[in-house]
């Protein structure tokens, strides 16, 4: 072999080129396919005598510049610019070539560069006629789509392969730019702010910040907008960039504008809801109205709410920006409310009905109990520790051994009668793990199961009676509107709490909870749609002379719901007593409730302290039907008040005899704690005359005659009547339950409640 003269090294780098030709040019870091870069480099198969260089040269021979350009870029990093065993990347070998591509590169662009130029420099009068606009934002869209094809070429914007070219390109398009940019707040001064497309989507240069430009002419536009229609306004504020604040002053006069077009016989009401309505619509913030305060009165029947018969509540969305106060009735109407409107809504029909359709059957396990098993991890240990223990054992012996001159003696001179203390430790933490872990440990015990998966179709209906009351011109309007929501749920019914998988079970489904939350929470309506109803319901404005006869209609009203919800009848035990017909409930709107009854057809009595501060109150009937009364007459001394009431009802008989002797039987109705139409019995225990609780004073004593009873009264029979048998004897009034007194209680006799009442007639 050395006659031959070949040395080793050279031999062994024919043996690499061989091995290069077959296997492709992994000596010059190459793939041997294209991967990237096109059809060019994907069907193209690069070895050590063909390579991406070759590859482009040969492109260039035959005129594909952009195929070579191709190439080029996709294997730039992969070999022209990846160094080699031999030092410099092939790109250094292959500039020329490489300076060939780029010329001709250039030669393509330079020729589009000149003719734009020539566009840029000829263009004289800037920013023109409106006409032309369209021509120059044209050529300067051109140009930046031309800069950018530059820019994204590869190798001619690289250093050694660029060109000057671009650069009297650049200088003509600043001037244009600069010029139009100077321009711009004169041509948008006298564009047609009307005209379609906008400014901006016609004016040659597009501004970076519009809206800049918007605020900085706010006040040279602004007056040109007053004329606008509404219409026109919502136009301009779309097709227009406009800063928050800006926008905020053309709702302004959006807001006149829609106030202009708007009928002179609408309320303040109706054109405040009108204009806020509209200013939504077209995208501007709704301004709240100024000096327009509205009253919310929710005025359902008592008899339903405790009833339960409404099974969910309205709610109501603030969506406008209107001044509402919650307020009483009473407040509303009276003089100094400083209200413009009252709104006033009864709750007629709050309904939920489920339907289900059909259920499915799963099938699952539970766990019904618990047995003990070994602890399979404290078997393992246990096993690990075994095996450590046996490695101690063969490494002492080993160490034996060497005392006895049988091993390597260096290494047992190192090691003799010492035992590896990796062992140990691992010994160690074995054991420590052990005194944790319990031998035994409990499993569950699974049995099989089946639960059901129910689709739960859900609806709730609402019907609203509202009243929208002016309170300035005296007038109402009355509507009624209807509502309904529905929901589907899947519920699983009977998962038992033990199933291990009870809680992915859940994660797909609804719960019991989520039905029941949704058709006992508010039902939302907004509340524009809601005094909007008034103005689209076609009913006209009613006068009322006066709150008399507004509460009456109203109170018509709710007994009618309270009529349509009823699905039971009085028991006969009830029907039995006619008495009751005479006694109501009196309740304050403000809360707080008593007893009373009927002394004259339309006139009720009860305790002062019941109606105490109140003007009107409500009242409800044995029969559940609501009244509503004014309280006409008090004296603060007896305790005692007269209410004038809208609906008659029968008056009660008076105990015309003097004498009440100890011990006569008497009969308390009323209504403690809200059980409503209670007896008690009892007896006369006295007549005492003392002084009233409401009204004592040392300086001035004044005597008052009460009946003393032994008959129970509680909160709640505060004005009700007194029997004996048929005939009132008294109104009970107050009782003394101090040092754990018992079976004291005290009402106004009726020779009192006698005076008080004929007071009254002239």
């Known amino acids: 072999m050395k006659q031959i003269g070949w040395s080793t090294p050279l031999l062994l780098l024919i043996v690499v ?270 301004r709240a109205p100024a000096s327009l305060r509205i009253g919310i009165l929710d005025a359902t029947s008592t008899v339903l709410l405790k009833s339960r018969k409404l099974e969910f509540k309205p709610g109501f969305i603030r969506d406008l920006p209107l001044d509402m106060v919650k307020t009483s009735l009473e407040d509303a109407l009276s003089p100094g409310s400083g209200l413009d409107y009252l709104v006033v809504i009864q709750t007629a029909l709050a309904q939920v009905r489920r339907k289900v359709f059909d259920t499915e059957t799963r099938h699952s396990t539970l766990v019904t109990s618990y047995q003990m098993v070994e602890n399979p991890e404290y078997r ?185 919800n009823s699905t039971y009848d009085v028991d006969e035990l009830s029907r039995m007593d006619p008495r009751f017909d005479s006694v109501v409930v009196v309740v304050q709107l403000g809360g707080g409730q008593g007893s009373g009854f009927y002394v004259e057809p339309n006139l009720v009595m009860t305790n002062y302290h019941v109606v105490e501060g109140a003007r009107f109150v409500s009242l409800i009937r044995h029969d559940k039907t609501e009244t509503f009364g004014r309280v006409v007459r008090s004296d603060v001394t007896l305790d005692l008040a007269l209410i004038q009431v809208q609906d008659a009802g029968p008056p009660v008989q008076w105990h015309r005899q003097h004498s009440l002797p100890p011990g006569t039987p008497v009969e308390v109705i009323g209504h403690p704690k809200d059980l409503r139409y209670s007896i008690t019995r009892g007896v006369v225990s006295a007549v005492r005359e003392m002084q009233p609780v409401m009204f004592a004073s040392a300086e001035a004593p004044i005597k008052v005659r009460y009946l003393q009873i032994d008959a129970a009264t509680s909160p709640g029979n505060s004005g009700g009547p007194v029997f004996v048998k048929d005939r009132v004897v008294g109104v009970v009034d107050w009782g003394n339950v101090s040092d754990g007194a018992q079976n004291l209680n005290f009402a106004i006799h009726c020779t009192e409640a006698l005076r008080f009442l004929e007071e009254l007639k002239p």
């Open 17 to 286: 080129l061989a091995g290069a030709c077959q296997t492709g040019s992994r000596f010059a870091g190459v793939p041997t396919s294209g991967a990237t870069g096109g059809p060019e480099t994907d069907r193209v198969q690069y070895t050590s005598f063909f390579t991406p260089g070759d590859h482009v040269e040969q492109l260039l021979g035959e005129g594909k510049v952009d195929q070579a350009a191709q190439v080029y870029q996709a294997h730039k990093e992969s070999w022209f610019e990846k160094p080699t065993p031999f030092g410099d990347p092939p790109k250094e070998s292959w500039k020329s070539t490489l300076r060939q591509l780029a010329d001709r590169l250039h030669a393509g662009l330079e020729a589009e560069y000149r003719a734009h130029t020539e566009r840029l420099q000829a263009l004289s009068t800037l920013p023109g006629p409106r006409d032309s606009w369209a021509e120059k934002r044209q050529l300067l869209t051109e140009v930046s789509r031309l800069e950018a094809r530059r820019l994204a070429t590869p190798l001619i914007n690289e250093p050694g392969f660029t060109a000057d070219y671009s650069r009297a390109l650049q200088a003509a398009r600043q001037r244009v730019t600069d010029t139009l940019e100077a321009g711009i707040d004169q041509a948008l001064s006298a564009f047609d702010l009307e005209a379609m497309p906008g400014f901006f989507e016609t004016y040659p240069l597009q501004p970076d910040r519009p809206e800049a430009i918007m605020d900085r002419l706010a006040e040279v536009i602004l007056p040109r907008l007053e004329g606008f229609s509404a219409t026109g306004l919502a136009r301009f504020a779309t097709v227009y960039p406009l800063s928050p604040e800006l926008k905020a002053r053309v709702g302004v006069l959006h807001a006149r504008a829609v106030e202009r077009a708007l009928s002179a016989q609408l309320s303040p009401l109706e054109r405040a809801l009108k204009v806020m309505v509209e200013a939504k619509k077209a995208g501007f913030k709704p």
């Open 380 to 564: 393992n240990l246990q096993m690990e520790y075994q095996n450590s223990n046996l490695s101690l054992m063969m490494d002492q012996r080993q160490s034996t051994s060497c005392s006895k001159g049988y091993g390597d003696g260096i290494q047992c001179s190192s090691s003799q009668g010492i035992a590896d203390p990796r062992i140990l430790a691992k010994r160690q933490f074995i054991q420590t793990r052990l005194r944790k872990l319990p031998p035994m440990v409990q499993q569950p015990v699974h049995a099989p199961y089946s639960y059901k998966v129910a689709p739960i179709h859900s609806r709730k209906t609402l019907t609203l009676n509202h009243y929208l009351i002016d309170l300035k011109a005296r007038t109402y309007q009355k509507v009624t509107s209807d509502h309904s929501g529905k929901e589907t749920f899947t519920v699983a019914y009977g998962l038992h709490h033990s199933d291990p998988n009870r809680g992915n079970v859940l994660e797909s489904l609804d719960e019991e909870e989520d039905v029941t939350y949704w058709e006992t929470g508010e039902f939302q309506l907004p509340l524009s749609g809601l005094l909007r109803s008034f103005a689209n319901s076609g009913s006209g404005r009613i006068a009322f002379a006066s709150a008399d006869a507004l509460l009456r209609e109203m109170t018509q009203d709710r007994n009618a719901a309270v009529a349509s």
